[in-house]
């Protein structure tokens, strides 16, 4: 059975953004494709039936998804109530799951906030309660403090510049780890595409765990 990955950029990004990552799943026997929207101008009806239609075209293949920040989200939000996708893992990297400081921060820049933050504003201020979705998902965090939101102030404690690592631990995930990198450079280090493929293949981060679970503070 053919594993298929669709990678999927986050906001004021482009596809070709994945290069990096798209290259060491293939490496690691995927077969990758790219999800490239307008994450501003395009509608989140219009993107997340143009991600499930392509989810939908490679089946009966198993289809992972990996998402980038708004990505990731768009990715739960594309297979949470969507039971006749074909079956697959997600991995959100760097993905504020539990809704985003620094984008309420720009929202409260006004009209001009909200034009940066287009269509899917809300889906990032406010995230998700918790997962309760079919799939596994699994959440990589940076803690690399160099970025746009902490420029902004708005981000406590742990993050990686932009998003803030307690902004990722989602509740009702089937795994969850944070590593040494900032929120663009979590799509280039080597050990992410690493723990991406270990998570794809496992349902857990960890390969030499002999059981996979949340992380105990996600429980």
């Known amino acids: 059975m053919i594993e298929h990955v669709i990678l999927l950029h986050g906001l004021w990004m482009r596809g ?3 290069g990096m990552l798209h290259r060491r799943l293939i490496a690691d026997g995927y077969r990758v494709h790219r999800f490239d929207y307008l994450s501003v101008a395009s509608s989140q009806e219009r993107i997340l039936a143009g991600l499930q239609a392509r989810m939908s075209g490679y089946a009966p293949d198993t289809v992972h998804l990996v998402g980038h920040s708004l990505g990731g989200l768009l990715a739960l939000r594309a297979c949470l109530d969507a039971a006749t996708l074909p079956p697959g893992r997600v991995v959100c990297l760097g993905s504020p799951l539990k809704g985003s400081a620094a984008a309420r921060a720009f929202a409260a820049w ?12 809300t889906l990032l201020e ?6 309760d979705g079919p ?3 699994g959440v990589i965090a940076g803690r690399m403090p160099l970025g746009l939101g902490a420029m902004l102030g708005q981000l406590a404690g742990e993050h990686d510049g932009t998003v803030a690592v307690e902004e990722t631990r989602l509740p009702g995930v089937a795994d969850h780890c944070v590593v040494e990198a900032n929120h663009t450079g979590l799509l280039f280090s080597q050990e992410v595409a690493q723990r991406v493929d270990t998570f794809l293949r496992l349902g857990r981060f960890d390969a030499g765990a002999e059981t996979g679970g949340s992380s105990p503070d996600l429980q």
């Open 16 to 18: 070709f953004a994945l």
């Open 110 to 121: 006004g009209r001009s906030g909200e034009v940066l933050l287009g269509h899917n504003r």
């Open 126 to 131: 406010q995230g998700f309660d918790r997962w």
């Open 135 to 137: 799939r596994e998902v």
